[in-house]
């Protein structure tokens, strides 16, 4: 059965930093692509960054490039997303998802909140 | 970066109704695209990929159509269970633009 389970969120304040991590069971991390998507309160869905599974290439969303950094560690199955240089506007509840071949997001974890507040 | 704009932003229906949201794509996405159910507290679950496809699991009377820049959601009968919020996203690009949504009420 598959599962992601996202932990590392938390009270930081701005300019801090912060290390999410989703641990995946059920599929080898190397054969799927993971995707980090975040929601700030009340508001929609922000895709942040993917880890393709197949050659571990890297993208991010304009508004978090540079800041953040999304890894993968095989041997603990656990994709990592850190967070440097939070701003307030961070502030958001940070799903994990898997994709399989041709399909988006087949499975999502249950989010993990990340507060960036003085 | 691709943009996506759903329209409605609110939609308020009646159990019953036939129920449809649109997508388009700044650019063409040919059929690239998927939609998410989400409620409030949840995370997001897969319904449509690949623009008209659907995911195992999700009832029939969900339906996509469109290829290209635009692409429609249909419910053909909304049940209680489907109030929600509707999301499209776009897969086209390796960086994902989702649309801003669509909250489906209750009339």
Do not use: H
């Amino acid at each position: 059965e598959v599962q992601l389970l996202e932990s590392g969120g938390g009270l930081v304040q701005p300019g801090g930093s912060l290390r999410l991590s989703c641990a995946a069971s059920g599929f080898t991390l190397s054969g799927y692509t993971v995707n980090w998507v975040r929601q700030a309160p009340g508001r929609g869905l922000e895709w942040v960054s993917l880890i393709r599974g197949d050659n571990g290439d890297t993208y991010y969303a304009d508004s978090v490039k540079g800041r953040f950094t999304i890894s993968r560690d095989s041997s603990r199955s656990t994709v990592y997303l850190q967070l440097n240089s939070l701003r307030a506007e961070d502030t958001a509840v940070y799903y994990c998802a898997k994709d399989r071949p041709n399909v988006l997001a087949e499975f999502w974890g249950q989010g993990t909140l990340v507060t960036v507040s003085s | 970066d691709i943009q996506m704009t759903q329209s409605p932003s609110t939609l308020s229906a009646s159990i019953g109704d036939r129920v449809t949201i649109t997508c388009r794509a700044s650019q063409s996405i040919s059929i690239w695209l998927a939609w998410y159910q989400q409620k409030p507290g949840k995370a997001p679950k897969l319904l449509i990929y690949m623009a008209s496809n659907l995911e195992t699991g999700v009832p029939s009377r969900f339906s996509g159509s469109g290829s290209g820049t635009e692409f429609t959601l249909t419910i053909s009968s909304l049940q209680p269970d489907d109030f929600a919020t509707y999301y499209c996203q776009q897969y086209q690009s390796f960086y994902r633009t989702f649309g801003q949504g669509t909250k489906v009420e209750v009339k």
